[in-house]
């Protein structure tokens, strides 16, 4: 019977041990944003006037199209990262839009309604140089590609390689640009810096070189940066130092010297040490170019210029305007005048970047007036979608693609829970007070719950459309189980959000400016909300990657302002930083900083927290890794704020190098000290807050001699606790290290597949101190166990769940590349596995060892809402021991509650309320009619 | 008979002769698939076709793409379904097609460096085994993902055919039923059931269960420092169903 028992629990806890979604619970708590990142190329479907769709480029290989009417994607298409999948052109012609990816190495060609791909080829190498689409008599039939030694031509439609040509002197010509105007040929202009121009022409049916010329142009180092081509076919260059504008046509044969116009000509005057900019119209043979081009000649004075019968005519000058708001007005191209009503202010966000590019779509109206809409991009990514009358439809923040780290901060309480909460922490002063206090608080509770019922029933009477729920910062706080919270994120660019996890409503942002784009972040919470009335105060550390040197933000994670404590100067570049839980004052834990000459700088640096760091010195270690040099070393703090080298662990470069290091995240509580096993023993596990894990890749990266090595180092002696090897394997290495456990994914490139390792590190059946652990005593090594284990999909990232008290178990996050996040129970992931069932396994509900791990569908806990491209998982605990709160980030955005032990702590929300009530008053009133009924009887018997 | 073995072999040698033609065909796509870089290394072209039965493929083609290790190598579908993965160099990748709502078995596929290619099962296990799969791969839809778990419902009929609840009712109804079917103060029929206990419980010299274990526990010897272990050899030899019996005892 009991065996029975056991293999019932066993295949009970493999059912439901896994949290898992149910249907009714989409959308609920979990949410899911979905970015592109920066734009590079844009284009508004101009085929059709009704046509909503905005066909982006951008630089995180993403190719989208957006809803321009509401800001939301059609479709998206990711490609592979780095720079095999960088878009480098995008061209557009009918519902067809052509994409040269990859440094030109492939041409692929989409159908925008849809989404799907219409063809693709592959080009010769070559690093790409420019695109363009080439057109017979008006039809665009072919797309020519120009590569630094070759040209092909490519059907449209089709996607075959009409012609391919190899271009003459490549070796020392620079060519640069493609144009093709109406007669059948197609221009390839190339540059001898310093000294000539060639212009190339190409027969569009063969391949043909019909001509090719050479003219002096002894001033011109670039192509792209100082020539554009206007009008039709005519070259226009412009030179710094003669300041003066060249002109040449493209098709006459025989002239062969550029035309100098001066710019003193038309009163004009490039700023000094400016270099003047040519802008013109894409070259498109559907569209012939505009004569008029504009040219920049300081950094904010633009002139319009217009190119007629070889003479240049000034239409408009546009000097620069100092202003808060910017504002935007259509001018006609023909004439230089501004139309009218078309003015667009655009307001910048005092906590935003500055605008920086502009892609406007201008239409005729039904009253045959112009009308326009445009998209701005600002420096902090934030693209802003604005319609005449200057109203805003839709803002994306792109600078979310990329977040770097984040953090999870409570929210406040209000005045009244913190009224509550602090009539706890006082001390006792009378009974009777104590009373009255207590009353007098039950009785504000009284009164906000009244009031919340008179919100719900004034609110239920107005129809559902006109009740908003708009959140803002001033609205929000705890609730009851404190599972809504502030996600404070930090991007790529700079830009710091706040976000509310509960809806994903953006409560607060500021960019940063000059940040460098290297930049290495790392958020610190130094004092939470819990410390009323003291604001909570997050610092984040900004370390420019190659010197090192770095600053410190300090602000409210709540409201997002900038604190005004005055913040330490690094002179030095910082190494390591730790923040100690000694605390300030003020409440603030104290955050030290290590700089390149081992000396320590402390912030808060009050004369308390100096007192206590004296006082506490001689117990603060820490450690710092140099992987170029294979060391890590271990440091104490002295005094004086000077520090003592202690320890140092060489692993010699030459055979492997180290990838990463990791301690114990600082808020994980463990419950269970040990383990029960099937004879009633415990096995006792070492927990070692100080063992930092540390992950090597061999050097050799020959397939036969690669391997993955970890070591286990406490961080205090430094003394080496466990060390293994695997062998033929090979990174990416994604680990986990918390409790006593370390979980590692590696590629195995005998077998070809990613496999998973366990260590679990126990002190044995005894305990050794268990009322504290010191690194510095503890004479017995742990015993380890390994298991290994092949999952059977790659891998993106690894994370482990995190609760507020450590009692329910623990889950695995693995993000994969499909973009489904897995909850796999760590129970999968025990190096106590047995191989052969025994009585004392199933006693203990240990799973019988299977190499091959299970992946099921319903431990995909973000089901079809996929995050692509998951860089990272947070996990936070939440009030409820049962609930963790999950960040997937990547380049999409999504947040989740996962419950690993199912919900124990609360009443699930399929709770049947009806039944229970049901059964409750069907009982009461059963016992209610025999009660009556046996009165009766007994009254009978009574009688009788 | 003699005609007829020629045209036998005739058509064997027909046959052997189109399967020429047909590898022959084969290493002619693999040409065309393939491209040399100017580092000597080979880059083939991977495709195949996915379908989704019963499914337009404007309707998932968008948010459908074609992995090759994770994203090491990443392809796009056309809208007939069709795919192609440009630019592989040579080894081994397992090919999946990633959609959120559509499930597909992964493919592995194994380029040599001279730019052969072959499709077989995947198996992590037994790694080197291989089952070929046609190529250019023919990759099947086989079902919707089944992200959700059903809710537990709560019906009647699952309450009345719980094992517990089946535990109590039955030995209710006999009880409750029994002296109604038969009337047990009839002679006649005591009888019978006396006459069909003894047919039971046929082998009158076999020990009876309950006899021996109080047997066991009464005996006044074997109380104090024995365990019960050594309680049942001192016993004699019981026999096999004693043992059985007292093991449930024990439980």
């Given at each position: 019977?009991?065996?029975?028992?056991?293999?019932?629990?066993?295949?009970?806890?493999?059912?439901y041990?896994?949290?898992?979604?149910?249907?009714?619970?989409?959308?609920?708590?979990?949410?899911?944003?979905?970015?592109?990142?920066?734009?590079?190329?844009a284009?508004?479907?101009?085929?059709?006037?009704?046509?909503?769709?905005?066909?982006?480029?951008?630089?995180?290989?993403v190719?989208?199209?957006?809803?321009?009417?509401?800001?939301?994607?059609?479709?998206?298409?990711?490609?592979?990262?780095?720079?095999?999948?960088?878009?480098?052109?995008?061209?557009m012609?009918?519902?067809?839009?052509?994409?040269?990816?990859?440094?030109?190495?492939l041409?692929?060609?989409?159908?925008?309604?849809?989404?799907?791909?219409?063809?693709?080829?592959?080009?010769?190498?070559?690093?790409?140089?420019?695109?363009?689409?080439?057109?017979?008599?008006?039809?665009?039939?072919?797309?020519?590609?120009?590569?630094?030694?070759?040209?092909?031509?490519?059907?449209?439609?089709?996607?075959?390689?009409?012609?391919?040509?190899?271009?003459?002197d490549?070796?020392?010509?620079?060519?640069?640009?493609?144009?093709?105007?109406?007669?059948?040929?197609?221009?390839?202009?190339?540059?001898?810096?310093?000294?000539?121009?060639?212009?190339?022409?190409?027969?569009?049916?063969?391949?043909?070189?019909?001509?090719?010329?050479?003219?002096?142009?002894?001033?011109?180092?670039?192509?792209?940066?100082?020539?554009?081509?206007?009008?039709?076919?005519i070259?226009?260059?412009?030179?710094?130092?003669?300041?003066?504008?060249?002109?040449?046509?493209?098709?006459?044969?025989?002239?062969?010297?550029?035309?100098?116009?001066?710019?003193?000509?038309?009163?004009?005057?490039?700023?000094?040490?400016?270099?003047?900019?040519?802008?013109?119209?894409?070259?498109?043979?559907?569209?012939?170019?505009?004569s008029?081009?504009?040219?920049?000649?300081?950094?904010?004075?633009h002139?319009?210029?217009?190119?007629?019968?070889?003479?240049?005519?000034?239409?408009?000058?546009?000097?620069?305007?100092?202003?808060?708001?910017?504002?935007?007005?259509?001018?006609?191209?023909?004439?230089?005048?501004k139309?009218?009503?078309?003015?667009?202010?655009?307001?910048?966000?005092?906590?935003?970047?500055?605008?920086?590019?502009?892609?406007?779509h201008?239409?005729?109206?039904?009253?045959?007036?112009?009308?326009?809409?445009?998209?701005?991009?600002?420096?902090?990514?934030?693209?802003?979608?604005?319609?005449?009358?200057?109203?805003?439809?839709?803002?994306?923040?792109?600078?979310?693609?990329?977040?770097?780290?984040?953090?999870?901060?409570d929210?406040?309480?209000?005045?009244?829970?913190?009224?509550?909460?602090?009539?706890?922490?006082?001390?006792?002063?009378?009974?009777?007070?104590?009373?009255?206090?207590?009353?007098?608080s039950?009785?504000?509770?009284?009164?906000?719950?009244?009031?919340?019922?008179?919100?719900?029933?004034?609110?239920?009477?107005?129809?559902?459309?006109?009740?908003?729920?708009?959140?803002?910062?001033?609205?929000?706080?705890?609730?009851?189980?404190?599972?809504?919270?502030?996600?404070?994120?930090?991007?790529?660019?700079?830009?710091?959000?706040?976000?509310?996890?509960?809806?994903?409503?953006?409560?607060?942002?500021?960019?940063?400016?000059?940040?460098?784009?290297?930049?290495?972040?790392?958020?610190?919470?130094?004092?939470?909300?819990?410390?009323?009335?003291?604001?909570?105060?997050?610092?984040?550390?900004?370390?420019?990657?190659?010197?090192?040197?770095?600053?410190?933000?300090?602000?409210?994670?709540?409201?997002?302002?900038?604190?005004?404590?005055?913040?330490?100067?690094?002179?030095?570049?910082?190494?390591?930083?730790?923040?100690?839980?000694?605390?300030?004052?003020?409440?603030?834990?104290?955050?030290?900083?290590?700089?390149?000459?081992?000396?320590?700088?402390?912030?808060?640096?009050?004369k308390?927290?100096?007192?206590?760091?004296?006082?506490t010195?001689?117990?603060?270690?820490?450690?710092?890794?140099?992987?170029?040099?294979?060391?890590?070393?271990?440091?104490?703090?002295?005094?004086?704020?000077?520090?003592?080298?202690?320890?140092?662990?060489?692993?010699?470069?030459?055979?492997?190098?180290?990838?990463?290091?990791?301690?114990k995240r600082?808020?994980?509580?463990?419950?269970?000290?040990?383990?029960?096993?099937?004879?009633?023993?415990?096995?006792?596990?070492?927990?070692?807050?100080?063992?930092?894990?540390?992950?090597?890749?061999?050097?050799?990266?020959?397939?036969?001699?690669?391997?993955?090595?970890?070591?286990?180092?406490?961080?205090?002696?430094?003394?080496?606790?466990?060390?293994?090897?695997?062998?033929?394997?090979?990174g990416?290495?994604?680990?986990?290290?918390?409790?006593?456990?370390?979980?590692?994914?590696?590629?195995?490139?005998?077998?070809?597949?990613?496999?998973?390792?366990?260590?679990?590190?126990?002190?044995?059946?005894?305990?050794?101190?268990?009322?504290?652990?010191?690194?510095?005593?503890?004479?017995?090594?742990?015993?380890?166990?390994?298991?290994?284990?092949?999952?059977?999909?790659?891998?993106?990232?690894?994370?482990?769940?995190?609760?507020?008290?450590?009692?329910?178990?623990?889950?695995?996050?693995?993000?994969?590349?499909?973009?489904?996040?897995?909850?796999?129970?760590?129970?999968?992931?025990?190096?106590?596995?047995?191989?052969?069932?025994?009585?004392?396994?199933r006693?203990?509900?240990?799973?019988?060892?299977?190499?091959?791990?299970?992946?099921?569908?319903?431990?995909?806990?973000?089901y079809?809402?996929?995050?692509?491209?998951?860089?990272?998982?947070?996990?936070?605990?939440?009030?409820?021991?049962?609930?963790?709160?999950?960040?997937?980030?990547?380049?999409?955005?999504?947040?989740?509650?996962?419950?690993?032990?199912?919900?124990?702590?609360?009443?699930?929300?399929?709770?049947?309320?009806?039944?229970?009530?049901?059964?409750?008053?069907?009982?009461?009133?059963?016992?209610?009619?025999?009660?009556r009924?046996?009165?009766?009887?007994?009254?009978?018997?009574?009688?009788? | 008979?003699?005609?007829?073995?020629?045209?036998?072999?005739?058509?064997?040698?027909?046959?052997?002769?189109?399967?020429?033609?047909?590898?022959?065909?084969?290493?002619?796509?693999?040409?065309d698939?393939?491209?040399?870089?100017?580092?000597?290394?080979v880059?083939?072209?991977?495709?195949?076709?996915?379908?989704?039965?019963?499914?337009?493929?404007?309707?998932?083609?968008?948010?459908?793409?074609?992995?090759?290790?994770?994203?090491?190598?990443?392809?796009?579908?056309?809208?007939?379904?069709?795919?192609?993965?440009s630019?592989?160099?040579?080894?081994?990748?397992?090919?999946?097609?990633?959609?959120?709502?559509?499930?597909?078995?992964?493919?592995?596929?194994?380029?040599?460096?001279?730019?052969?290619?072959?499709?077989?099962?995947?198996?992590?296990?037994?790694?080197?085994?291989?089952?070929?799969?046609p190529?250019?791969?023919q990759?099947r839809c086989?079902?919707?993902?089944?992200?959700?778990?059903?809710?537990?419902t709560?019906?009647?009929?699952?309450?009345?055919?719980?094992?517990?609840?089946?535990?109590?009712?039955?030995?209710?109804?006999?009880?409750?039923?029994?002296?109604?079917?038969?009337?047990?103060?009839?002679?006649?029929?005591?009888?019978?059931?006396?006459?069909?206990?003894?047919?039971?419980?046929?082998?009158?010299?076999?020990?009876d269960?309950?006899?021996?274990?109080?047997?066991?526990?009464?005996?006044?010897?074997?109380?104090?420092?024995?365990?019960?272990?050594?309680?049942?050899?001192?016993?004699g030899?019981?026999?096999?169903?004693?043992?059985?019996?007292?093991?449930?005892?024990?439980?």
């Open positions: 019977m009991a065996w029975l028992v056991v293999r019932l629990a066993i295949s009970v806890s493999l059912l041990a896994a949290s898992a979604v149910f249907e009714d619970q989409v959308g609920k708590f979990d949410w899911r944003q979905q970015f592109i990142g920066k734009v590079r190329f284009l508004f479907d101009t085929h059709s006037q009704a046509s909503k769709k905005l066909l982006v480029a951008t630089d995180k290989n190719f989208a199209s957006l809803n321009s009417r509401t800001g939301d994607l059609f479709w998206r298409h990711v490609d592979k990262t780095g720079p095999e999948g960088h878009i480098d052109a995008l061209l012609y009918g519902q067809d839009a052509v994409v040269v990816v990859g440094n030109g190495r041409l692929r060609s989409w159908e925008t309604t849809v989404g799907g791909l219409k063809w693709e080829t592959v080009l010769d190498t070559g690093s790409f140089q420019a695109a363009a689409l080439v057109g017979v008599q008006d039809l665009v039939k072919y797309v020519a590609v120009l590569k630094k030694s070759a040209i092909s031509l490519h059907d449209l439609s089709s996607g075959s390689q009409i012609w391919g040509e190899n271009l003459p490549s070796d020392s010509v620079q060519y640069q640009t493609i144009y093709s105007g109406e007669n059948g040929l197609v221009f390839v202009l190339g540059i001898v810096p310093n000294s000539h121009i060639v212009i190339v022409e190409y027969k569009i049916e063969d391949g043909e070189i019909m001509n090719k010329k050479s003219v002096e142009a002894a001033w011109m180092s670039s192509l792209e940066s100082s020539c554009a081509v206007v009008s039709s076919g070259l226009l260059c412009v030179d710094q130092i003669t300041q003066s504008l060249y002109t040449l046509p493209l098709q006459s044969a025989e002239q062969t010297e550029m035309r100098q116009i001066h710019l003193q000509m038309l009163d004009l005057e490039v700023a000094s040490g400016f270099r003047p900019v040519l802008t013109s119209t894409q070259p498109n043979p559907a569209q012939p170019p505009l008029e081009f504009f040219l920049q000649l300081s950094p904010d004075h002139i319009l210029l217009q190119f007629k019968d070889g003479l240049i005519a000034l239409l408009r000058d546009f000097s620069p305007v100092r202003t808060n708001a910017c504002s935007i007005n259509l001018f006609s191209a023909d004439t230089g005048r139309h009218l009503d078309t003015t667009i202010i655009y307001h910048m966000d005092p906590n935003g970047g500055k605008p920086n590019r502009l892609y406007v201008a239409f005729l109206k039904k009253d045959d007036s112009v009308g326009y809409r445009v998209m701005v991009q600002t420096e902090d990514l934030t693209l802003t979608f604005l319609q005449q009358p200057g109203r805003v439809v839709w803002m994306r923040e792109e600078a979310l693609a990329d977040v770097v780290t984040m953090e999870m901060v929210l406040p309480f209000t005045g009244t829970q913190a009224e509550l909460e602090g009539e706890f922490g006082k001390k006792a002063d009378g009974l009777l007070p104590m009373v009255l206090k207590r009353l007098s039950q009785f504000i509770l009284l009164q906000a719950w009244l009031a919340h019922l008179w919100k719900l029933f004034y609110d239920a009477r107005k129809p559902r459309s006109s009740v908003k729920h708009e959140v803002t910062i001033d609205i929000l706080s705890r609730d009851e189980f404190n599972l809504q919270k502030m996600m404070l994120m930090v991007t790529a660019s700079g830009k710091l959000f706040g976000i509310d996890s509960k809806s994903g409503t953006i409560l607060w942002k500021q960019y940063l400016e000059n940040i460098q784009p290297n930049s290495v972040f790392k958020l610190i919470v130094q004092r939470t909300t819990a410390h009323f009335p003291h604001p909570p105060q997050c610092t984040l550390l900004i370390k420019n990657k190659d010197t090192g040197l770095g600053s410190l933000y300090v602000f409210n994670p709540i409201f997002g302002k900038k604190s005004q404590i005055s913040v330490p100067t690094l002179p030095r570049p910082v190494l390591q930083t730790l923040l100690l839980p000694v605390i300030d004052q003020d409440y603030a834990k104290v955050l030290l900083l290590i700089d390149d000459q081992y000396k320590v700088t402390a912030f808060p640096s009050t308390n927290v100096l007192q206590q760091l004296q006082d010195a001689s117990s603060i270690f820490f450690y710092l890794v140099d992987s170029s040099q294979g060391k890590l070393s271990g440091f104490r703090l002295r005094k004086d704020l000077s520090t003592e080298l202690i320890w140092e662990v060489v692993i010699p470069t030459e055979v492997q190098k180290i990838v990463a290091v990791k301690g600082a808020n994980e509580h463990v419950h269970s000290q040990g383990r029960v096993m099937g004879d009633r023993s415990v096995l006792y596990k070492y927990l070692n807050p100080n063992l930092l894990a540390v992950i090597t890749e061999s050097t050799d990266t020959h397939q036969e001699r690669s391997f993955v090595g970890i070591f286990l180092i406490d961080g205090v002696t430094g003394r080496i606790v466990h060390e293994a090897v695997q062998r033929k394997a090979r990416p290495v994604h680990f986990v290290h918390s409790e006593n456990w370390v979980v590692y994914v590696y590629w195995n490139s005998k077998f070809r597949r990613n496999e998973f390792s366990v260590l679990e590190l126990f002190e044995g059946a005894e305990l050794y101190n268990s009322t504290v652990f010191s690194s510095l005593d503890r004479p017995h090594a742990p015993q380890v166990l390994q298991q290994s284990y092949i999952f059977p999909a790659p891998i993106n990232t690894l994370e482990a769940t995190l609760t507020e008290k450590g009692i329910t178990s623990r889950h695995l996050l693995v993000g994969l590349p499909s973009g489904n996040i897995l909850s796999l129970p760590k129970m999968f992931l025990d190096p106590r596995r047995p191989e052969l069932v025994s009585e004392q396994s006693e203990e509900n240990l799973i019988p060892y299977a190499p091959e791990m299970p992946i099921r569908e319903e431990w995909f806990i973000n079809n809402q996929t995050v692509s491209r998951v860089r990272g998982i947070y996990t936070a605990p939440s009030g409820l021991e049962s609930t963790c709160l999950v960040v997937a980030y990547g380049l999409d955005i999504y947040q989740t509650r996962v419950f690993p032990s199912k919900q124990f702590d609360v009443l699930k929300d399929d709770y049947d309320y009806i039944l229970i009530s049901s059964v409750l008053f069907g009982l009461f009133f059963a016992t209610m009619i025999s009660k009924l046996a009165e009766v009887k007994l009254l009978n018997r009574a009688w009788r | 008979m003699c005609r007829l073995c020629v045209a036998a072999l005739l058509l064997l040698a027909a046959a052997s002769c189109s399967l020429d033609v047909k590898l022959h065909d084969d290493e002619d796509e693999d040409e698939a393939m491209f040399q870089t100017p580092g000597g290394d880059r083939v072209r991977v495709s195949g076709r996915a379908l989704v039965p019963g499914v337009r493929a404007q309707d998932w083609i968008a948010s459908a793409r074609v992995l090759l290790d994770g994203d090491k190598h990443v392809g796009f579908l056309r809208d007939d379904g069709s795919f192609t993965v630019d592989v160099p040579s080894g081994s990748y397992v090919l999946e097609i990633s959609s959120p709502t559509y499930r597909f078995q992964p493919v592995r596929v194994d380029i040599t460096t001279t730019g052969k290619m072959r499709a077989r099962v995947v198996n992590y296990i037994k790694t080197s085994e291989v089952i070929r799969l190529y250019p791969l990759m086989i079902g919707l993902h089944s992200y959700f778990i059903p809710r537990e709560w019906g009647w009929s699952d309450f009345l055919m719980n094992p517990m609840v089946l535990m109590m009712v039955l030995p209710l109804l006999i009880i409750l039923l029994l002296p109604k079917v038969f009337n047990p103060s009839d002679p006649e029929m005591r009888r019978e059931m006396e006459q069909s206990m003894n047919m039971l419980n046929s082998n009158q010299e076999l020990p269960v309950s006899e021996l274990m109080t047997k066991f526990f009464s005996s006044p010897k074997s109380h104090g420092k024995a365990g019960g272990g050594a309680r049942g050899h001192r016993g030899a019981p026999s096999a169903r004693g043992g059985a019996s007292r093991r449930k005892m024990k439980d």
